[in-house]
């Protein structure tokens, strides 16, 4: 029921099959007709199809309440709630959670080795370089560091990555700035490539800038552990 395209360039981005409901009714058909494990669906939807979604839907799936940041918490109605606009790292964040309650439950493998992905790291400070290079390593991933945007570009030309991780604040050319360049190098690769930001930057509204600024996931510095969990678990 977004208005924007922005759950579904989400989904796409956390490469997630899904299809999409402008009302009650084709919800119905699209639901009695597929397999899903998640309904993400807005508040005012779901106030209209709770009995619907309470004797139908399975207990497995997933309920997610699409709602504006004014909305009343409404968290008791649903499994989880994102705030709108919503982006891939809302998603992310839901997916990696549920992969985490299934490993506790012994349903999937707890295998978290990332053998054979390889992470890029752009960042001019050589000491964040070396702790994220070490925390990535624990994944078992290749790291490539680069120490600044210009770096990287001429890398990008001959080095691939399966996630690359960029500073913020940079000099000459800032993060945005790099994802600008990277998104726009002619590389294929880099056109889907996640792209998540790393910032000491805490004023307020500065996640969600720099997710509209066309970063797909955010984690601050000093590197957050478990947002970094969730990028890994959920992008690759």
């Not at 004023?203 to 552990?225: C, H, N, Q, R, T």
Request: aromatic share 8%; glycine share 6%.
């Amino acid at each position: 029921e977004e208005k924007s395209n922005l759950a579904g360039m989400a989904f796409e981005k956390c490469r997630v099959t899904y299809t999409s409901a402008d009302s009650d009714e084709s919800f119905r058909i699209q639901y009695d007709n597929g397999i899903f494990t998640h309904i993400f669906i807005s508040v005012r939807h779901y106030d209209q199809m709770k009995d619907y979604i309470d004797e139908t839907v399975r207990t497995d799936v997933t309920v997610v309440l699409i709602s504006d940041i004014n909305t009343p918490d409404v968290k008791e109605k649903g499994t989880f709630k994102v705030i709108r606009p919503v982006y891939c790292i809302n998603i992310a964040e839901i997916l990696s959670g549920d992969r985490a309650k299934r490993n506790r439950a012994g349903n999937v493998s707890a295998d978290d080795s990332y053998m054979g992905f390889t992470a890029m790291v752009i960042d001019d400070n050589s000491t964040n370089l070396a702790v994220a290079e070490r925390l990535l390593k624990k994944y078992g991933m290749n790291v490539i560091k680069i120490s600044s945007g210009h770096d990287a570009l001429n890398i990008i030309e001959s080095e691939k990555a399966d996630i690359i991780f960029i500073d913020y604040m940079m000099p000459e050319m800032d993060g945005i700035d790099t994802l600008k360049c990277i998104r726009a190098s002619g590389q294929k690769w880099c056109s889907g490539v996640p792209c998540i930001v790393l910032t000491a930057e805490a004023e307020e509204g500065a996640e969600e800038m720099l997710l509209s600024a066309g970063f797909d996931g955010y984690i601050s510095k000093p590197v957050d552990i478990k947002k970094l969990d969730v990028c890994i678990h959920a992008f690759l």
